[in-house]
């Protein structure tokens, strides 16, 4: 049971005629404010990072220098070096790709099939709402991370099933929210005139719809995003997850806990710092489309 | 009354019931064949294989395995270890203590964090909500285990002032010991309570009966406690009840942190090591704890506020 506050309700009229289409970063920024921009602006960074990460890292992560382990920051070692002497920086890059890639395929694969659920149980109501209504409810009965969890269990530890078990957890909230608001839409008036005019459901569904709950799908994805970053990165610290020798943030803040006991908590500070940073960026902009979104209703 | 809990207890077995259903069948489907578990690599003679299959009815059809466990369950009979060779019962009951406590600790610890900062935020001067936000923004955004490191790491390692690991002889010493992990797992919740708070101060405080009260010559405190923050409960129950839920959870990776020996370590341990009659009742228990105290929180609404009729939906 979840209570809602509805924000009072709040017409925005884009003004009637524009003369200059608001181009790609405008629009960006209208929907973002000052902050939200400022983080679309650092994930940027961190995503361009992550992405170059073959190019630009200085190391190879996987290469040890044993004779460089646990160094401070140097000129070579912008970021001090690991356990094995493998450089911090680059693997912190390395990392930051399966940091990012898993969570994204998690919210990617349960906001398909959330939304798909979604649309069908507002479209045809009824019986077909009241099963669906019902499993979600199921799924919402079991905390996310137990999926996870369970999922390890049967197919063994790796990023792929945790992926799995996460996507299936993520799918009670996309759909909770998506169904809400394509039922607000289903409701109004120009659904009916769609209807009249001999569009099918399906039809309506994908060109009326679908459109109009987007910004709300978009809004809920990414919000959802954080904490798929953070349940990820748990599962990958626990041992279940990731499985070294691959560089990811969360096995990093694990290895690096070991030389925390051993006084050089380097390693562990630069992966744990980058975490909060992303899920930080991915949650300010999350929070502000939802707010727009909210509004634009 | 009566039959709003009768149905509300009926949606809570069908859930656990639906739940115990699903693990149990995803067990099922694990690859490998449960005897290799439990004969170890090499395998077994032919009378061994038989009396292992016999013994566990490994031969028995999915639904009769599956009844037959559930009735056990129900008997307070939860399997048995293979790897640990005793029962599950036996191991998880040495271990539930230390889940709870962990658990109750943080739950009052985000509970007095959580409502106390949001307060602040919402009554005090804008300079003391721009931090305590930024705190929380910087709060959700943190893992819990990058908590426990870093708290290990400064309070620990570097000024040595609690224990790093382990859950203590008992008592006082218990609390100094779980003092560290129950932060770690609090952080996260009670910056989402504070937030949570914060918004519902804030409306409550611009409602007219406040007003009112102000007029009428009302101290602040008084107006604060009886008017305002009796009134902001009902977000905050719901938040502080879905939040003691999910602690429940968390607790898996904070007892990995901190070397805690609880039933998320438990899990933990039985799923590398594939001891599936573990990992379903841990699992199970997990889930029927995270549904009931759901439920509890559903049942505490009406309590705090009458007007919330038993069972509608709201």
């Known amino acids: ?297 | 009354m009566g039959s709003y809990l009768l149905r509300r207890l009926g949606g809570l077995l069908l859930v656990l019931l639906v739940t115990s259903f699903i693990v149990f069948g995803l067990m099922y489907l694990a690859p490998g064949s449960p005897l290799a578990f439990v004969l170890g690599p090499r395998g077994g003679t032919p009378e061994q294989v038989a009396a292992v299959t016999a013994q566990y009815h490994f031969d028995d059809p999915f639904f009769v395995r599956y009844f037959r466990w559930l009735g056990d369950i129900v008997q307070g009979d939860l399997g048995h270890s293979i790897v640990y060779r005793q029962d599950v019962s036996a191991l998880m009951s040495g271990r539930i203590g230390t889940t709870a406590a962990l658990v109750s600790l943080s739950a009052v610890l985000i509970a007095v964090a959580g409502v106390g900062f949001g307060t602040l935020a919402a009554l005090k001067s804008r300079w003391v909500d721009t931090v305590v936000s930024t705190l929380a923004a910087i709060g959700l955004s943190t893992p819990s285990f990058v908590v426990g490191v870093a708290l290990i790491s400064v309070f620990g390692v570097g000024l040595g002032w609690f224990p790093t690991f382990g859950v203590g002889s008992g008592g006082f010493d218990t609390l100094v010991h779980l003092i560290l992990p129950a932060i770690a797992l609090s952080v996260a919740s009670a910056a989402y309570l504070a937030r949570i708070t914060k918004a519902a101060v804030n409306e409550e405080r611009g409602r007219e009966h406040v007003q009112t009260a102000t007029v009428r010559g009302l101290a602040a405190g008084v107006i604060v406690r009886r008017h305002v923050l009796r009134n902001a409960l009902i977000p905050i129950t719901t938040v502080m009840g879905l939040t003691v839920a999910t602690l429940i959870a968390g607790a898996v990776v904070v007892e990995n942190v901190f070397a805690l020996d609880g039933l998320g370590s438990l899990l933990v341990r039985a799923i590398l090591q594939r001891d599936f009659a573990v990992v379903q009742a841990v699992i199970l228990v997990l889930v029927v704890a995270f549904v009931v105290v759901n439920a509890i929180v559903d049942f505490l609404y009406t309590i705090i506020d009458p007007r919330i009729a038993l069972g509608s939906r709201q």
């Open chain 1, 1 to 297: 049971m979840t209570l809602s506050i509805k924000p009072p309700v709040k017409t925005v009229k884009r003004a009637a005629v524009e003369l200059r289409q608001p181009g790609v970063l405008q629009k960006g920024y209208e929907r973002l404010g000052l902050v939200g921009t400022a983080a679309a602006a650092v994930l940027l960074v961190i995503v361009l990072a992550a992405v170059s990460a073959p190019v630009l890292a200085p190391y190879d992560p996987d290469f040890p220098d044993l004779l460089a382990a646990l160094g401070g920051p140097t000129a070579e070692h912008p970021l001090g070096t690991d356990a094995l002497g493998r450089d911090i920086l680059s693997r912190l890059m390395w990392g930051a790709r399966v940091t990012l890639a898993g969570p994204g395929l998690v919210i990617l694969l349960s906001t398909v099939v959330g939304t798909a659920l979604a649309l069908v149980a507002a479209w045809c109501g009824g019986r077909v709402d009241t099963v669906i209504s019902w499993v979600l409810d199921i799924l919402f009965a079991v905390p996310g991370i137990v999926f996870a969890l369970i999922s390890v269990a049967i197919w063994g530890p790796s990023l792929l099933t945790v992926v799995a078990g996460l996507a299936v957890a993520y799918v009670p909230y996309v759909a909770r929210v998506v169904r809400g608001a394509a039922l607000r839409e289903r409701n109004l008036p120009y659904v009916s005139a769609a209807w009249l005019q001999g569009q099918s459901g399906v039809g309506i569904t994908f060109t009326q719809i679908l459109p109009n709950v987007q910004p709300i799908v978009i809004a809920q994805a990414v919000s959802s995003l954080g904490f798929a970053v953070i349940d990820l990165a748990s599962v990958s610290f626990l041992g279940l997850g990731v499985q070294p020798p691959t560089a990811d943030l969360g096995l990093m803040v694990k290895s690096g806990f070991d030389s925390v006991l051993r006084g050089h908590p380097g390693e562990a500070i630069s992966a744990g710092v980058l975490i909060i940073l992303i899920v930080w960026c991915v949650t300010v902009i999350g929070d502000r489309l939802t707010s727009t979104a909210r509004s634009m209703r």
